[in-house]
């Protein structure tokens, strides 16, 4: 059926008041999305496009029954509302705002540990089931409810794989970008677990890209893993220069990551399907899933 | 955000990092003055640039008198330096840092990261300090020893003993390296830094901890909670063309190509820089129009592409959806190509949200383009055009 969210995910917005926060907001509810109610402190009691407001997330949880939040905050209020929804016991996060301070993050994640939280993000698209539930700021016009699970830590491309997928008539079961910042929520090899879980994905798709360490982590998880459907993978910046002016290559080379090329090699000699370049990945799904 | 040497040293030494005694110069007369005035038998005279890599490269130059200090500043100042870190066309060194030089009994490497799996700030160290680290380091990871701090920077008494003894801190000094090494755990994290590195951290004989180089990396997405880096910011952008990019909302790294892209989204346009070079083609840059970015911004990017004589044709991919729309980009075309001279040829490949409404205005506007149906036959259609073969 789908991974993280479904048609029953109640969903409250954290920053809804703001611009982005009015308008994503008001997408998703067009797109069937059952949002319940945004957060905005000092705001609480009032109403904004037709949902109730509340001070804090305790409050909207126990007032609506949401399980899930979409963080629309500004960058420097953005580690706080996370935390904040970790303690509320909200099951689901997705942070969209771009730029968090990696220290800030260092706070979010070990607030994370131990709880029931799932995060997704920070400078994230978002989550998207098809035809269920999106939170998130990504566009729904090529997406169609169908078997393909997309895994990614881009936006766009995750919008052309969505878009060549649905062309070829193969729609997506979840869709979920794990956001381009170094320390972030779910991971490429968690989504990875929940797909292999879910009944209704019979594919997976794995967006990579030169940087850190997510492609590795897929790769020797799925090398210790009887995973029983074919994953797809891309990794984009084979070309790109070495990353310049930064004097840490020796250290970020100490801390395992590789190049696009190397990502390439550990992702296929895990098993996964490698698609030449961005054009390539809907057929080589498409070809995987005939032959199941 | 790069903090060269001497304002990695500043940093560090407000708290309570020891720092050999030096200043900055930018004249071979303020070289030497800065010597006279330090009271040493040696001294140390280095370039400071925005990358590393000097002391292999010959940026850093030990002089025994104030005169052979001003003769090395002749020497550096105005002079390009190319290290491992710079890329082939080098910087130019415009200040010079003079400093005491320091006995040495041992030379270590200290670092302070981020690692991002474990989210958890790590601290890296080793006894073979000095400008073969990073080779060295490469070639054996064996030799560097790693200890992960909490969350918050804090660092369990018994773990950084056995972190001491890997670095071989003989007993005496281990009180002047354990400041040292909390000293920096300070700075970096009330400074937001991703990155300090003190290369050589050097004991002397009479067993002080002493960081003889510096850098440190700062997180551009900090910088709102540190005000006092503003103009740090400003002098660490020395390229105009991304200096530009950066104020419009464009992520931009010039490259060496002469295919200009424009494509919204990092992962896209390291999709398309792919295609390219597949294709037998060099991107001219590196694009990624951010989410917030208006057509007004968007055409500031195109026109530096368009200033460029070396750009023969842009190559245009764009996939509308989220709040980048394909006619925002198109109405960026039509702006940029209004007001410009030069008019080189555009391939247009668009898709998703209003996909079909930028090719139209394309047509309308009569810009000089070519569309096309995939990413694939774009990149072919621009190495095409762009290496004489194309109409």
């Keep these: 059926m789908a991974i993280l969210i479904d048609a029953d995910t109640r969903v409250i917005v954290q920053g809804m008041t703001g611009r982005a926060g009015t308008f994503y907001t008001d997408l998703a509810m067009r797109y069937g999305t059952e949002c319940v109610g945004g957060v905005r402190p000092g705001k609480g009691g009032t109403t904004h496009i037709g949902l109730p407001v509340f001070n804090t997330v305790a409050e909207a949880r126990d007032a609506t029954g949401a399980n899930a939040s979409l963080i629309l905050v500004p960058p420097h209020r953005a580690a706080d509302a996370m935390i904040e929804a970790i303690e509320a016991g909200i099951g689901v996060l997705v942070c969209v705002t771009e730029r968090v301070p990696v220290l800030d993050m260092l706070r979010v994640k070990a607030a994370l540990d131990g709880s029931e939280s799932v995060l997704v993000g920070p400078n994230s698209q978002g989550v998207l089931s098809p035809g269920l539930c999106k939170i998130g700021v990504m566009s729904t016009r090529d997406a169609t409810p169908g078997p393909v699970g997309v895994v990614s830590r881009s936006a766009s491309l995750t919008s052309e794989v969505v878009a060549q997928t649905s062309a070829l008539g193969l729609g997506q079961s979840t869709t979920i970008g794990i956001g381009g910042d170094p320390v972030h929520g779910l991971g490429f090899a968690d989504a990875l677990r929940m797909f292999r879980d879910d009944a209704d994905t019979r594919a997976v798709v794995l967006i990579g890209e030169i940087g850190g360490t997510e492609e590795e982590a897929a790769a020797e998880y799925l090398a210790g893993s009887d995973y029983g459907k074919p994953v797809i993978a891309l990794v984009v910046g084979r070309h790109a220069p070495a990353e310049r002016r930064m004097g840490h290559a020796g250290t970020l080379a100490m801390l395992g990551a590789r190049s696009a090329a190397q990502k390439a090699q550990k992702l296929a000699d895990a098993g996964v399907l490698l698609a030449e370049d961005a054009d390539a990945v809907a057929p080589l799904v498409k070809k995987a899933l005939a032959g199941d | ?391």
């Design chain 2, 1 to 391: 955000m790069y903090i060269p040497e001497y304002h990695a040293k500043e940093i560090l030494a407000r708290y309570g990092v020891t720092v050999p005694a030096g200043g900055i110069a930018r004249s071979v007369t303020e070289a030497e003055d800065r010597a006279r005035a330090l009271s040493s038998e040696r001294f140390a005279v280095k370039a400071q640039i925005l990358a590393g890599g000097r002391g292999a490269a010959g940026g850093v130059v030990m002089a025994p008198t104030p005169s052979a200090v001003g003769e090395a500043a002749a020497r550096l100042l105005g002079a390009r330096l190319v290290t491992a870190q710079t890329g082939a066309d080098g910087e130019t060194v415009e200040r010079v840092y003079v400093e005491e030089a320091v006995d040495s009994a041992a030379n270590l490497y200290l670092a302070f990261v981020i690692d991002p799996s474990a989210a958890r700030p790590m601290l890296l160290g080793s006894t073979r300090g000095g400008v073969d680290f990073e080779r060295d380091a490469q070639a054996d990871p064996s030799i560097v020893n790693t200890l992960h701090l909490g969350h918050d920077g804090a660092a369990d008494d018994a773990a950084m003993s056995g972190f001491l003894d890997g670095l071989e801190v003989p007993a005496p000094a281990r009180d002047a390296v354990r400041t040292l090494i909390d000293a920096t755990i300070r700075a970096a994290l009330r400074n937001d830094a991703l990155f300090v590195e003190i290369n050589p951290l050097i004991l002397t004989p009479d067993n002080r901890a002493v960081a003889v180089d510096a850098k440190m990396i700062l997180d551009d997405s900090a910088l709102f909670r540190h005000p006092e880096f503003e103009s740090t910011a400003r002098e660490a952008v020395r390229d105009d063309y991304e200096r530009i990019a950066r104020e419009n909302d464009l992520n931009f790294v010039r490259l060496d190509g002469n295919i200009g892209v424009v494509v919204n989204g990092a992962g896209l346009g390291l999709a398309t820089n792919d295609m390219i070079a597949d294709a037998g083609g060099r991107p001219a840059n590196f694009m990624d129009i951010r989410t917030t970015a208006t057509s007004f911004q968007i055409a500031r990017g195109v026109e530096l592409l368009l200033s460029d004589p070396g750009v023969k044709v842009l190559l245009v991919n764009v996939h509308g959806g989220g709040m980048t729309v394909c006619d925002t980009v198109a109405e960026a075309l039509n702006f940029a190509y209004s007001r410009s001279d030069r008019k080189v040829p555009v391939v247009f490949r668009a898709a998703g949200q209003s996909a079909d409404w930028a090719r139209s205005i394309m047509k309308d506007r009569r810009l000089p383009h070519e569309t096309a149906p995939t990413m694939r036959a774009a990149a072919a259609r621009a190495v095409a055009i762009a290496s004489g073969k194309g109409a």
